[in-house]
């Protein structure tokens, strides 16, 4: 665990703080202390805090572990976001009435830095994510920073907490762009005032079983996403209404809950946090972008590599009857990478699937950490060095 004096230490050593931040009134300090200081993002260039930090590498996890420094700006009614700044990691200060407290309008989105055995460090297209978060934005009535804002806070974040990037292999930063209506609003509209903050935590394996076989449930109660819903931006409403479905399912012993269509209740259309990939021989099938799931960046990304490799990659409706008949079935996903599925149970039957030897899901996941590793070469320029 991270040691309380190695990290105030480091966090002295790593930085020259500065004036009271103008926006730093917002936030209250993890210590809940009231000196709310900001750092110029220029006090991480020098790179003085290379060394790790103190923790057990080890064993990770996919919990919240505080990190140094979190990017934060504003806009209000312009729509244009002030030049962020690095202020101390901790709680933030709301108005009751803010519209993500009230009306949940709020995205998020979720990338990795990684750092490689020469010592770089790397982004997985952030770029991508940037896109995603205007995408969804629009769709939430919400102003969101132009992509080079939003490259340029993943980046403050990642070196300015470049301590808690993990070493090459046991895991990455997992980083956590955040755009809340921030402005109190009592009436139903869009808030008057929006924050984009930038947080993150080092990181390991999603599941508790690291990368071995997922055992999946198909739910038939409850669903993730509606016809002209959200489904397929990355809102913040979307994720607890699946809480009653994951967690009834863990409590069964399932690692996971895929959802199938609300219509036909009959078409594949994703996990809770990642997307479905079914192989049937040389095919690998995928539900469809088209409005009820995430457009995962690990998706694309697969897809890409699939079709390097020579497979023949259909994105289209899949029924729940070919998902059961594949012979082989993965998901993918920023925080779980690509990993296998040994199980899908649905209406209290259970299929298995090939999960050992030569796996299509081995063999992208192969070439993909090649890449992120830096023993294969990166030629579609996915991974983002910033140092
Ligand atoms: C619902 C959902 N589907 C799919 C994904 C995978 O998307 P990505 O590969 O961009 O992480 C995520 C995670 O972001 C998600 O929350």
Redesign the pocket.
């Known amino acids: 665990m991270m040691q309380k004096g190695g990290y105030l230490l480091n966090l002295i050593r790593s930085s020259s703080f500065g004036s009271l931040s103008k926006i730093g009134a917002f936030y209250a300090s993890r210590a809940a202390s009231s000196a709310q200081e900001a750092c110029e993002p220029s006090a991480y260039s020098s790179g003085s805090d290379d060394e790790c930090g103190e923790i057990d590498w080890d064993n990770l996890g996919f919990g919240i572990k505080p990190t140094d420094y979190m990017y934060v700006t504003k806009c209000t009614d312009d729509g244009l976001f002030e030049q962020g700044q690095l202020n101390r990691y901790g709680n933030i200060e709301l108005n009751p009435s803010a519209g993500v407290l009230n009306y949940g309008q709020g995205i998020f989105e ?1 990338t990795k830095a990684f750092r490689r055995e020469d010592g770089g460090l790397f982004l997985f297209r952030p770029d991508q994510n940037a896109i995603r978060m205007q995408y969804g934005a629009d769709r939430m009535c919400m102003p969101s920073p132009s992509i080079d804002q939003f490259v340029d806070g993943v980046k403050q974040t990642a070196l300015a907490n470049r301590r808690w990037i993990p070493p090459p292999g046991k895991g990455s930063l997992y980083i956590r762009p955040l755009l809340i209506g921030s402005g109190p609003i009592l009436g139903l509209s869009p808030a008057p005032e929006y924050t984009f903050l930038v947080y993150s935590s080092p990181v390991g394996n999603y599941f508790k079983n690291g990368l071995s076989p997922l055992n999946l449930y198909i739910e038939d109660e409850f669903h993730r996403a509606t016809r002209g819903g959200v489904g397929g931006v ?1 809102s913040i409403t ?1 994720y607890a209404p699946v809480l009653k479905a994951l967690t009834r399912a863990k409590s069964r012993g399932f690692s996971d809950v895929i959802y199938l269509d609300s219509v036909h209740k009959k078409y594949l259309e ?1 996990a ?4 479905v990939f079914v192989v049937k021989g040389n095919h690998i099938s995928t539900p469809p972008t088209s409005g009820n ?2 457009p ?4 694309k990304t697969v897809i890409d590599i699939a079709r390097d490799h020579g497979y023949q990659v259909e994105e289209r409706a899949v029924p729940v009857e070919e998902l059961l008949d594949g012979d082989e079935v993965f998901c ?4 779980v990478s690509i990993v296998p599925v040994g199980s899908i149970t649905y209406l209290g039957k259970r299929v298995e699937y090939k999960t050992t030897g030569e796996t299509v899901s081995r063999d992208l996941y192969s070439t993909l950490i090649g890449i992120q590793s830096g023993l294969a070469e990166d030629k579609k320029g996915w991974f983002l060095q910033i140092e």
């Open positions: 979720g990355k979307n994703e809770t946090s990642c997307n799931i995430l995962g960046i690990t998706r993918t996903g920023t925080a």
